[in-house]
């Protein structure tokens, strides 16, 4: 299993936003739904061996939100940015108000979440690796063994505080290439290391469900 | 320089279509919009030293359009799939019915095109490849010496026609993976090949203009 950790700093946790300027009053919604679009689609499939949790932080911890995705059951997650940042929305405006957590669409849940030990508790999971530029290559420092899993951070640094537990955890920093990245991009280059592992392994890849298409495009 | 041609074989050409429905009756201008944005913009900079050529090719050929990009001069692009998409289709828009090429915004350059030649033009520059999912791994069939090109397809795979003038021109068909990944997907893992194999030559990226900025986020 590829598990994804995904911090939200400043997106509107109860989904107070417009679909029309995700990249502005929407706290950077358009490179969470970015992210999160390319964390499960390939060219014609889904990734059905990836989990995302998304930690929206921004304001009071007790209206914090965690999002969990998971790639075996998720279903209406379109291509683009916009329709990924209206089903993300969508279970943000319906959980403001609501103290427990619920499925909003299928392979998607939310509910309310103490951040700090969310983000703790995924640090400690085996093969976990926070992605960040100060990291060592991903070519050395990638965890090649069973499941593994990746800390990534919106295009706001993690807080103090956040990075404190990731450092008291004690999970190696990686970095996934010598530039600056979107976290989009993050991702890519963090499923292609899964990918070429599995590959390497010859590990079938688990996409689904079986899909009528032409042959893809470039890759 | 870093050369990218990218292939759009179902947006509209005369830019009619809307921006609330990219991934629908635009022809997959989401994933075209996705592919520039991704081709140009790092965490808090612009890759400057990249150039990106778009093949509008849908319907008659003496209607087709070809936009240029030019990083070094690129401006009003936001990392956002909508606002990517807007630039785009105003400058679509703006050439419909016009008969010469201009200079639709600052870096962002739009004509008429024969696209059966301008793909075999571009082909034939040296260091230029064919990225498709026949192709040898990229690890080692990149060119690693000077400029080098790479030419990508949109979601939809190149017609005959189009292969043929590839296959003529000879170029290496390279893969960046084990799986069959999106466009802007296929973007990522090439600019990170770039990137790595400029970091181990010793050259500095050329990025700009030097932002005022916080830290970046995990890469």
Redesign the interface.
């Known amino acids: 299993m590829r598990r994804l950790l995904l911090l939200a700093h400043r997106v509107p946790v109860d989904g107070a936003f417009s679909l ?1 300027d ?2 502005g009053g929407a706290g950077r919604m ?2 969470i739904a ?1 992210a999160v679009s ?1 964390a499960f ?5 889904l990734r059905r061996d990836t989990e995302m949790t998304v930690l929206f932080v921004a304001g009071a911890p007790d209206r914090a939100r965690r999002i969990d995705l998971v790639g075996a059951r998720l279903r209406h997650l ?6 990924t940042a209206a089903l993300l929305k969508n279970a943000l405006v319906r959980a403001a108000a609501y103290p427990l957590p619920f499925e909003s669409s299928p392979g998607l849940r939310i509910g309310p979440v103490e951040p700090a030990r969310a983000l703790a508790e995924f640090a400690q999971q085996p093969g976990v690796v ?4 100060s990291g060592a290559p991903v070519r050395s420092a990638w965890p090649n063994e069973g499941d593994s899993g990746a ?7 993690p807080t103090e505080a956040e990075a404190a537990i990731l450092v008291a955890a004690g999970i190696p920093r990686v ?12 991702i ?2 963090v ?2 290391e899964w ?2 592992h ?2 390497e392994r010859g590990a079938a ?1 688990v ?1 689904g469900p079986a899909p009528a298409r ?6």
């Open positions: 029309n995700l990249a358009d490179e970015r390319t689609t390939l060219s014609h499939d379109n291509p683009d940015e916009r329709s926070w992605l960040t530029e800390i990534v951070s919106d295009p706001f640094d970095s996934v290439g010598p530039r600056s990245l979107r976290s989009s991009q993050v890519d280059l499923h292609a990918d070429r599995e590959a890849p996409n032409s042959p893809a495009p470039g890759s």
